[in-house]
């Protein structure tokens, strides 16, 4: 990899150029455009086998979208995305997900008419499955182990808005989980939760990296986040302006303007 500053007069902007074997996931040139609104702007990134990469910016800053074009929810503008060397620019999420690729969604909405263990057996099984097999008995002990695994295993039978805040999130992060990813990209874990909630959240994205799984973590808790990742890479107006380990983050004076008057706490 090789990095310089533009020197056209935007020279905040880092400019980077990667190989598709720099990481597990290579992002390369990546833009994304709606309409004339220039979401994601030449993005370059490459995240590390089994690293905690936080991915960082103030509302609005592309960080989503970035997510949604890697993901297969919509194809980029332009730019290439790599997963383990492979050009996967453009694939379906489903494709994705088979790859071993999976997200959590800021904006989840779980089955509200199933418990947490009905959710987790779906998330198990692929939908045309679902009502025409045994495969929904089979899958049942693993989504106990599942939900056991995220901290919902006393809220088995309960309903996602039965759930407090945490283990709705707890919810998600299992979902994302029951295709058992090699990189999950995880938007928000932490939004709206108290700092002990917090603490025990980060303990289980420790864990699964400890595993084997590669994350790459959202979140605008900046103390939570940056306790929690290994680097980081700050984006603002979709282009990257800072990257670094969590200590380098926190002294950036350019991640600080970035940040100055955003709802960051
Ligand atoms: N489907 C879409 N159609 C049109 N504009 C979109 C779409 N999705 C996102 N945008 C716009 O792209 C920009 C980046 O949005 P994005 O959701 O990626 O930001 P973000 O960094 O995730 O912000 P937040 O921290 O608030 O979640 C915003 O201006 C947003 O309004
Ligand atoms: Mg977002």
């Given amino acids: 990899m090789s990095s ?5 007069g935007d020279a905040e902007v ?8 720099d990481g597990v ?5 990546l833009t994304k455009r709606f309409g004339g609104l220039i979401a994601v702007d030449d993005l370059s990134f490459a995240v590390e086998e089994q690293e905690i990469l936080g991915f960082i910016g103030p509302n609005g800053a592309g960080k989503s979208t970035t997510f949604n074009c890697i993901t297969g929810r919509y194809p980029p503008t332009e730019g290439t995305v790599y997963y383990r060397g492979e050009d996967v620019t453009g694939s379906t ?3 994705m997900v088979n790859k071993g690729l999976a997200r959590t969604f800021q904006e989840f909405r779980p089955f509200r008419d199933r418990t947490v263990l009905a959710n987790l057996q779906t998330a198990l099984v692929p939908d045309e499955l679902f009502s025409t097999s045994g495969l929904l008995g089979k899958t049942r002990s693993q989504a106990i182990d599942l939900c056991e695994r995220v901290g919902l295993g006393d809220d088995l039978y309960r309903t996602p808005e039965e759930l407090p805040h945490a283990g709705m999130l707890r919810l998600e992060i299992g979902r994302a989980m029951a295709t058992d990813p090699d990189l999950m990209l995880v938007d928000e874990p932490f939004a709206g939760l108290a700092e002990g909630e917090i603490g ?3 303990d289980l994205l ?3 990296r400890d595993e084997g799984t590669t994350l790459v973590v ?13 680097r980081a890479i700050v984006i603002n107006f979709g282009s990257k ?8 983050i926190r002294n950036d004076p350019v991640v600080q303007e970035a940040y100055l008057g955003a709802d960051d706490e």
């Avoid at 310089?4 to 056209?8: I, P, S």
């Avoid at 996931?25 to 040139?29: G, N």
């Avoid at 959202?218 to 290994?230: A, K």
């Fill in 4 to 8: 310089g500053t533009d020197d056209g």
């Fill in 14 to 21: 880092v400019r980077d150029q990667f190989d598709p074997d």
């Fill in 25 to 29: 996931l290579v992002a390369d040139h």
């Fill in 93 to 95: 999420a489903y494709d």
């Fill in 200 to 202: 025990h959240l980060s």
């Fill in 206 to 208: 420790n864990e699964l």
């Fill in 218 to 230: 959202v979140d605008h808790n900046m103390r939570g986040l940056l306790n929690l990742i290994d």
């Fill in 241 to 248: 302006i800072a990257e670094g380990t969590p200590e380098e």
